[in-house]
C-alpha cells in the first residue's frame, strides 16, 4: 500500500478547504481526533452539501427540454398541435415563440385531456361564444370549458353562425395583450413589484414569461383529473415557505408548481415538483404521435433497419463526436433518446446543423446519414417544406452508396439505403 512508503500525505482543512499535509502514517481516525470543533463542524457541513447537491448534469440539451422540437412557422406548429389532439389551434394572432411554447406545454397532459382550442384570447371569446369575465389586459392566460361546442365565425353568404357542436372541451388562451413571453415577464415583474409594495410579500410564484402556457395546462389537468391527494396539505406548507400570495389558493398553487416545473423553475421545491412529475405525460409516450414516413418539420430521420446492423467502433465513434462537438454541435446518445428513436423505428435522426441524437452503438450508415444531414441543415438546404426534406434525403442516400466502401457500409446497410433512396424518389414524384 502507498501509506506504508510515503512519509506525508495531503489533507484538507474542512474549515478553510486549504490542503496541507500530514504525517504518512496517520490515519483520517486519528486526523479527525485531532480536529477542532470548528473544523469538524465545518466537515460535517461539508459533508451534508456533498450530499444534497445534485448530481452532475452531463451535457444534453435534450434531457432537459424533453424531445421537442420548435417549429419553425406558426402554420407548422398548428399542424403540430392538431397532431396533439387540438381541434382547433389558432395560433395566427400569437408570436411563434407563443405558439411553440403552448405546443410544449400541452406535450405534457396526458393525451385525453388535451384542450380542443388553444390560441390567442381574443379568437378564444369568438369560439366560446361569450366574453370572458375578465379582460384580455387582466390576465396573461385563460382556461375556460366550453360545454356546448365552438363557433366558428359567420358565413359571409348566408349570415349564419357556423358551429361545431362535437367540439366540446377545454379552451385555453393566452393573452391578446400581453401575448408573448417577453411581455409576460415585463408586465408580471411590474405588477408583483407593485403587490411587494402594498402587502410586503410577492403575489406570484413564477416570473418567467414561458410558464404561462404551463400554469393554463396545469389548470385543465385539475379541472379533468382532479388534484391528487396529499398534495393541497404539501400546498399549504408551501405557500408559507415561499410567501407568494397566489399559493394561497389550492388550484393556484397547482397550475403553478406546473408552470414551475415544467419551466424549470430551481426554487420550486421536491416535495411539490414530485406530484407534477407523477401527472405529467411521459415524453416516451409521444413516440406514437410521430412518423417517419410523413415529414413536416421534425428532423431527418434514418430508418431502424431490423438486426444485421455492424455497430461502428467506438474509437471510430468518439472521434466523430469530438470532432461534431467542436464545430459547435453535439450528437447524444443516452438511454431517453434510445428509446424514442426506437419508438419511431428510427437509428438516428438530425434536428438542425447542431443536433444530431442517435441510438447506443449505431451502425455507420447511420452515423455518416445524420452528418449529411447536419451539413444540409448547415447549408439552408432543408426548410420546413416536404420537398426540400426529400430531396435532401435522396442526396444523403446517394452519398451514402457512393462512398459506401470508404464508409465501410456493410451489404445489408447498401441494400436499405438503395431501397430508401427508391421510396424518397417516388415520394418526391408524388409531390409534383
Ligand atoms: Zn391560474
Redesign the pocket.
Known amino acids: 500500500m502507498a501509506d506504508a512508503i510515503s512519509k506525508t500525505r495531503i489533507a484538507r482543512d474542512p474549515k478553510t478547504g486549504k490542503n496541507y499535509k500530514v504525517d504518512g502514517d496517520m490515519t483520517f481516525e486519528e486526523w479527525k481526533a485531532g480536529l477542532s470543533d470548528e473544523q469538524r463542524a465545518a466537515m460535517k457541513a461539508n459533508v451534508k452539501a456533498a450530499r444534497t447537491k445534485p448530481a452532475k448534469t452531463v451535457d444534453n440539451p435534450v434531457k432537459k427540454q424533453s424531445i421537442f422540437v420548435p417549429a419553425k412557422t406558426v402554420n407548422e406548429a398548428e399542424k403540430y398541435a392538431e397532431k396533439l389532439g387540438v381541434k382547433y389551434p389558432e395560433y395566427n394572432k400569437l408570436p411563434l415563440d407563443t405558439a411553440n411554447e403552448l405546443n410544449r406545454a400541452l406535450e405534457t397532459l396526458p393525451k385525453d385531456i388535451r384542450p380542443v382550442f388553444v390560441g390567442d384570447s381574443k379568437t378564444l371569446e369568438e369560439y366560446y361564444g361569450s366574453k370572458l369575465p375578465r379582460t384580455s389586459n387582466h390576465y396573461y392566460g385563460v382556461h375556460i370549458e366550453s360545454l356546448d361546442g365552438m363557433r366558428l365565425g359567420r358565413d359571409p353568404i348566408t349570415g349564419m353562425m357556423k358551429y361545431d357542436a362535437e367540439a366540446y372541451g377545454h379552451m385555453v388562451g393566452i393573452s391578446s395583450k400581453y401575448n408573448s413571453p417577453q411581455k409576460i415577464a415585463a408586465n408580471k415583474a411590474e405588477e408583483q413589484a407593485r403587490y411587494i409594495k402594498q402587502h410586503g410579500n410577492r403575489y406570484f410564484f413564477n416570473m418567467d414569461g414561458t410558464s404561462t402556457p404551463y ?1 393554463e395546462m396545469g ?1 385543465v389537468y385539475a379541472d379533468k383529473k382532479g388534484i391528487p391527494t396529499g398534495f393541497e396539505e404539501d400546498a399549504k406548507k408551501w405557500y408559507r415557505e415561499a410567501q407568494a400570495d397566489m399559493l394561497k389558493s389550492t388550484g ?1 398553487a397547482w ?1 403553478e408548481a406546473w408552470g414551475a416545473y415544467h419551466t424549470g423553475n430551481k426554487e420550486l421545491p421536491d416535495y411539490i415538483a414530485k406530484y407534477i412529475e407523477n401527472a405529467t405525460q411521459k415524453p416516451i409516450a409521444k413516440s406514437d404521435e410521430r412518423d417517419i414516413i410523413d415529414m413536416w418539420g421534425e428532423g431527418m430521420y434514418r430508418k431502424h433497419t431490423e438486426g444485421k446492423i455492424e455497430p461502428m467502433p467506438k474509437k471510430q465513434l468518439n472521434k466523430i463526436v469530438k470532432g461534431f462537438k467542436k464545430q459547435g454541435g453535439v450528437i447524444v446518445m443516452n438511454d431517453e433518446v434510445t428509446a424514442h428513436l426506437k419508438a419511431n423505428s428510427a437509428e438516428g435522426v438530425t434536428w438542425d446543423a447542431k443536433t444530431i441524437l442517435l441510438t447506443k452503438n449505431p451502425g455507420r450508415g447511420a452515423v455518416f446519414e445524420e452528418l449529411i444531414h447536419a451539413t444540409q441543415f448547415r447549408q439552408g438546404k432543408i426548410d420546413a417544406t416536404p420537398r426540400s426534406r426529400i430531396i435532401c434525403e435522396i442526396e444523403a442516400q446517394e452519398k451514402l452508396i457512393k462512398y459506401s466502401k470508404a464508409y465501410k457500409l456493410t451489404d445489408y446497410e447498401v441494400e436499405q439505403t438503395k431501397k430508401a433512396l427508391e421510396e424518397y424518389k417516388s415520394a418526391l414524384r408524388n409531390l409534383d
Do not use: I
Request: proline residues 0%.
Open positions: 400554469h389548470h393556484e397550475a
